[in-house]
């Protein structure tokens, strides 16, 4: 028997090939991520620094996966970090490593809780399933502050010295959320965000007492 020839495969015809990858290539640059920079401001034009910014994706995921995790430590009578950013659904453990026993509550809409009087680390840690801020305080320390901000989205972060914060987004229609200490309520502001496939580009907010 003559051994069989394999068949070349047949070429993809000109214009169907030329179709194929200009929407390849469309898909490619669709997806791709592009460096946007967000800058905080006060109601003078000041930059913020410390300001919490996060970017909403549409279409994408509000919630964090499952045994997503953060911590709000206790060390010499302070809450660490100050201000703690996660996303919905993250669940925040509460350790002591102070000498002195500390009871951590938050009277917040979003997530009231009460961890009575304790050393070490809580067995259970606290779910932050909603949206918004939780102020956090402990009843034997007044001193003792800090605010978890709980965010529908994994983008998100404080800005610095400039009142900057930077992120990698893709093309689209997108929405920011900001918030800082200084308001005198605990409620994130928003505002409009277009990314345009062309490249990236910077954007400012404004974060005061009167505007939502």
């Known amino acids: 028997m003559k051994p069989q020839r394999s068949r070349p495969s047949t070429p993809l015809s ?4 030329i179709a194929l990858l200009a929407i390849l290539a469309l898909a490619a640059g669709s997806s791709q991520a592009l460096p946007w920079t967000v800058q905080a401001r006060n109601a003078a034009g000041q930059p913020l620094a410390d ?3 996060a970017v909403e ?7 964090a996966a ?4 953060a911590e709000v430590a206790q060390r010499e009578r302070q809450f660490q ?5 996660v996303q919905t659904g993250t669940a925040v453990h509460f350790p002591n490593f102070d000498t002195v026993r500390h ?4 009277f917040s809409p979003i997530k009231p809780f009460d ?3 304790y050393s070490g680390t809580p067995a259970e840690p606290v779910v932050f399933d909603k949206p918004g801020i939780a102020a956090l305080g402990c009843n034997i320390h007044d001193q003792m502050s800090a605010y978890i901000v709980v965010v ?3 983008l998100f972060a404080r800005t610095d010295a400039a009142g900057l914060a930077r992120f990698d987004l893709p093309a689209g229609e997108h929405q920011i959320k900001a918030w800082h200490p200084s308001l005198r309520r605990p409620q994130l502001q928003t505002r409009p965000l277009s990314v345009s496939p062309a490249g990236g580009g910077s954007t400012s907010i404004e974060i005061t007492n009167s505007s939502n």
Do not use: C, E, M, Q
């Open 14 to 17: 000109r214009p169907f090939g």
């Open 51 to 53: 300001a919490v910014v």
């Open 57 to 63: 994706l549409r279409g994408r995921p509000a919630k």
């Open 66 to 69: 499952a045994g997503t995790l």
């Open 81 to 85: 970090p100050a201000i703690l950013v």
């Open 103 to 106: 009871h951590v509550y938050s």
């Open 115 to 117: 961890i009575k009087l």
């Open 152 to 154: 529908d989205t994994p």
